[in-house]
């Protein structure tokens, strides 16, 4: 029987203060200051955790008792959150703001009637509409990234292919948003008033922390990454010998197999989990299916691998390295080709590796 043979290659030289000067700036980012049917998983995450999470590209389940946003988001007109065009955000009254910037800044007030997009451009706004709650809608399509400060002063990094709908302001007990895509938050911590995150396979609820959630549609896995604090993950008809529910520790990746229903936990360094929003995307034994799916999101382009041309020793063949989203996807490119046999060729917007 063959066995997997690991490649460890540097796609983009580094050095070991670079390397730390990264770490530091994923790390410290900033940390401002019912009864339901669950359909796949639930996540419970203490008040200290950080966590990443990337959420599957779906529609939302409508039970109860998250009517309100659920509601609203089922009102929403099918959008597909992958096409090129520009950053899109839809407030309260149906008003269509285009962003055109690779990676956007947005900010809310603490009413959350003021919206600062960039340095400059300001909007008004109502936070309520007949006495109910106004939401906004951000869309991110792919080759676009943003980075936006909730009115609670809680900050989210939204990810290309991605759509997050929230409140202007938020009201009541919870502080609850829906997201479809990946992204990271930072939530302002309030112990009154805790933080969830709905989406149609999973709910996160946290009272103040960084977190997030690996479980895009195209992907046969999902992953909770733990960087501190503790999570408890329950998994609904998953197949474990320690039932289905699960706690894990710092440092530890939870995966859960969509197909096989199985789960799995491991110590991993969450230095690659964290990165994309530094603009750098770090991988570790990963094949160029998987580096290159990824890159189609990043630089909204499409990537075509001819089958005939991958064989069984490209298939085991693995990357390790980083690779500086900043640069021309060209140069990007090049960077990769150099660390394998596969040939790359653009033609019309489009990759053909073989």
Do not use: C
């Not at 195209?218 to 998994?235: A, F, R």
């Amino acid at each position: 029987m063959k066995q997997n043979k690991t490649y460890k290659v540097k796609f983009l030289p580094i050095t070991k203060l670079e390397k730390e000067e990264l770490k530091n700036r994923v790390f410290n980012s900033i940390h401002k200051s019912n009864t339901r049917k669950r359909q796949i998983l639930y996540v419970i995450i203490g008040a200290a955790a950080s966590v990443l999470i990337q959420i599957g590209l779906s529609f939302p389940f409508s039970d109860k008792p998250n009517d309100s946003i659920i509601d609203f988001v089922n009102s929403l007109e099918t959008t597909n959150n992958n096409t090129s065009g520009e950053v899109t955000l839809i407030l309260g009254e149906g008003e269509n703001l285009e962003i055109d910037e690779k990676i956007t800044f947005i900010n809310y007030s603490d009413s959350g009637e003021e919206v600062t997009i960039g340095a400059t451009k300001k909007v008004s706004q109502k936070t309520l509409k007949n006495n109910i709650l106004v939401y906004n809608t951000l869309i991110v399509p792919y080759g676009r990234r943003s980075k936006i400060q909730l009115s609670d002063g809680s900050i989210v990094w939204l990810n290309s292919g991605s759509r997050l709908v929230y409140p202007s302001v938020f009201k009541g007990e919870k502080r609850e948003v829906h997201l479809e895509g990946e992204a990271i938050f930072e939530v302002s911590h309030n112990k009154n008033h805790p933080f969830i995150v709905i989406s149609q396979n999973q709910e996160v609820e946290v009272l103040g922390t960084v977190f997030g959630i690996t479980n895009y549609l195209d992907e046969n896995s999902i992953k909770t990454v733990l960087k501190s604090g503790s999570v408890q993950i329950s998994y609904i008809n998953a197949l474990s010998s320690n039932s289905d529910k699960m706690k894990i520790t710092p440092g530890t990746i939870a995966s859960y197999n969509k197909k096989s229903k199985a789960i799995i936990s491991e110590k991993v360094n969450v230095d690659q989990y964290f990165s994309w929003r530094d603009g750098v995307l770090i991988f570790k034994n990963n094949d160029l299916k998987f580096i290159m799916n990824r890159l189609s999101r990043y630089y909204n382009i499409e990537i075509d691998i001819l089958e005939n041309k991958y064989t069984d020793a490209d298939a085991m063949e693995t990357f390790s390295g980083y690779l500086d989203l900043n640069e021309d996807i060209n140069q990007v490119i090049k960077n990769i080709q150099m660390s394998t046999n596969m040939k790359f060729r653009f033609t019309d917007n489009k990759l053909i590796i073989n």
